[in-house]
């Protein structure tokens, strides 16, 4: 039977971003390939890092450990002015998350098609892409680019969107502190 360790899940995990780094270098995978496999990455990178650190605290249920050297459970205590047992639910949203957005406005100076000024043109509408990065706070990024019409050939130009924001919703990534 193979042998599993932290490090060698790590390792293979890494050789396989790596592989697939080196694949998408040639330019064959369209670029939404690219955004459904780095979010598998970072969900990939998320279910190693919880499963592979998690520590179940040792008691006398799951080791030789006698209960009067274990700490009293305090899940299954009495709530005062109520008649049913266990400890009171927390519906919603976990109290130790953080969630940062901001949005950002990239505007359009000049038509791309023949050079025209456009500064003073007022956008007619806007497209939104948008990045989440996890940093054990989710960071949502929303990048609005004008979209205007010239007055003087009556095409189009959109403002150009940051390089690392290819599609409308951006893949995940994890920063570890």
Known sequence: MASIDKQSIREEFENV?????????????????HALFNTMFMLLGIVISIFMERTTKK??????IPSSQTEKDESSKNL?????????????????TRTVTSV?????????????DLSSI????????TKIDIIFEKVVTHVDAEIKECENCGKQTKAVFPLDMPVSLQGINIIPR
């Open 59 to 64: 008691n006398n249920k799951n080791s030789n």
């Open 17 to 33: 971003k790596a592989e697939y780094k080196r694949l998408s270098a040639k330019g064959n995978l369209p670029q939404e390939y």
């Open 80 to 96: 005062t002015g109520s008649k049913s047992k266990g400890v009171e639910e927390i519906s919603g949203r976990s109290r130790n």
């Open 104 to 116: 950002k406005k990239l505007t359009v100076e000049n038509c791309e098609h023949c050079g025209e």
């Open 122 to 129: 007022s956008a007619m509408r806007h497209e939104r892409r």
